[in-house]
């Protein structure tokens, strides 16, 4: 019996107070600075209603700051465009009417359209791809384990420079973050959620490691300890069961540094 295909799940994200960001930033800085509104509409006021968008653009060009509804079929590659970044809202919507894309060879998973209908919110981990939560718990814990980092270097910062550059140089010479997770991130549909991963693992590791007095070396190492954390994380499913990529997936998590962190379920 064939298998039945699984039913497409449409997205948009959202600012935090449930508005549409503009689908060019550029043209909705230019518009902005010459005194011009440009539209939006909150979604969050039309869960279960069907609604057109407030100001149509050419199909399918981005010709105005908001020129189309823009729904991803991925979540996992949603915060390549979002303004702002993290944090964002996630709502599951259907496209109605007409559809385009302008880059499907590019990027498939880019659905166009004019009129959509809000079917619900969701969970904004999602945005990360399916193995949001996880990283979300990680991010939540940096602080303190970038604290601890700190002060690991501080009480012993010879032994700790030492067991930190065999750490850095297997990670560099295994490609672990810039090859390992960067492909299997791409292949999944996951690139735009492990970059901003990376980034807010970054910049949370760094503010507590320098509040906390770490030299900027040791910043820049626990920086690097923290974005591999998150990514490992994040392509955790995405590893297979042989010794090497093993070792790879240890290396994400930390191992030869201390207890490799753990892994939620």
Not at 138 to 148: G, H, M, T, V, W
Request: negative net charge; glycine residues 8%; proline residues 7%.
């Amino acid at each position: 019996m064939a298998r039945s295909a699984r039913p497409v799940v449409h997205y948009m994200a959202t600012r935090p107070d449930g508005t549409v960001p503009p689908t060019c930033e550029d043209h909705a800085r230019y518009a902005i600075a010459h005194g011009e509104t440009v539209p939006t509409v909150n979604l969050a006021d039309h869960i279960g209603q069907t609604i057109d968008h407030p100001s149509p653009g050419k199909k399918w060009f981005t010709d105005k700051p908001f020129s189309y509804f823009w729904l991803y079929t991925k979540p996992g590659e949603i915060l390549e465009r979002i303004e702002g970044g993290w944090p964002i809202r996630l709502f599951v919507v259907e496209p109605l009417g007409e559809t385009g894309n302008w880059g499907a060879d590019f990027a498939p998973y880019w659905v166009m359209s004019h009129q959509v209908r809000v079917v619900e919110e969701t969970d904004s981990w999602r945005a990360f791809g399916h193995r949001g939560e996880q990283v979300l718990t990680a991010l939540a814990q940096l602080p303190d384990l970038a604290r601890q980092w700190a002060e690991e270097w501080a009480t012993d910062p010879e032994g700790t420079r030492r067991t930190y550059a065999k750490w850095e140089e297997r990670v560099n010479d295994t490609r672990a973050l810039t090859d390992w997770a960067h492909w299997r991130a791409r292949y999944s549909r996951r690139s735009a959620g492990l970059a901003t991963a990376k980034q807010l693992a970054g910049d949370a590791a760094a503010q507590a490691a320098t509040d906390v007095g770490a030299e900027p070396h040791a910043v820049a190492l626990i920086q690097l300890r923290a974005r591999c954390l998150v990514a490992g994380q994040l392509m955790f499913d995405r590893i297979r069961t042989g010794e090497y990529e093993q070792s790879v997936r240890g290396l994400l998590l930390g191992a030869g540094l201390d207890t490799p962190a753990p892994v939620p379920a």
